[in-house]
C-alpha cells in the first residue's frame, strides 16, 4: 500500500501563485509515476501534471503547460505542484496519485486538497 497525503491548497486571487506537497509513505518503491490530477465542481475528473520518481521526467496537460511545474524530493519521498498565474479555470479539489510508471493509470490516490481561485 501507499499513502499519499496532500498540503498546501487554499483560496488565491487569479494571477497568485500557489505550492502543492504531497508526501508519499509505505511501499513507495513499487511506483514510479507521481501525478496531479483535479476535479473542478460539476466536471470530470482530469490528469494536471506527472514526474518519474526515478528518472524525473514531466508531463503535462496542456492546460497548465507554462504555468505549472511538479518536481520530486527523493529525500524527503515528496512530490510538489507549483502553480504560477493561476486562473479561475484552475478552481478544482487537486489530487495527489502514484503509478506504477509515468502515464500508466493511478493505483493510488491522495485525500485531495482545494484550490480556489477567485478575481
Known amino acids: 500500500q501507499v499513502q499519499l497525503v496532500e498540503s498546501g491548497g487554499g483560496s488565491v486571487q487569479a494571477g497568485d501563485s500557489l505550492r502543492l506537497s504531497c508526501a508519499a509513505s509505505g511501499r513507495t518503491f513499487s511506483m514510479d509515476g507521481l501525478g496531479w490530477f483535479r476535479q473542478a465542481p460539476g466536471k470530470e475528473r482530469e490528469f494536471v501534471a506527472a514526474?518519474?520518481?526515478?528518472?524525473?521526467?514531466?508531463y503535462y496537460a496542456d492546460s497548465v503547460k507554462g504555468r505549472f511545474t511538479v518536481s520530486r524530493d527523493n529525500a524527503k519521498i515528496t512530490v510538489y505542484l507549483q502553480m504560477n498565474s493561476l486562473k479561475l479555470e484552475d478552481t478544482a479539489v487537486y489530487y495527489c496519485?502514484?503509478?506504477?510508471?509515468?502515464?500508466?493509470?493511478?493505483?493510488?490516490w491522495g485525500q485531495g486538497t482545494q484550490v480556489t481561485v477567485s478575481s
Open positions: 496519485t502514484a503509478s506504477k510508471y509515468l502515464g500508466a493509470s493511478p493505483d493510488y
Open positions: 514526474i518519474s520518481w526515478s528518472g524525473g521526467s514531466t
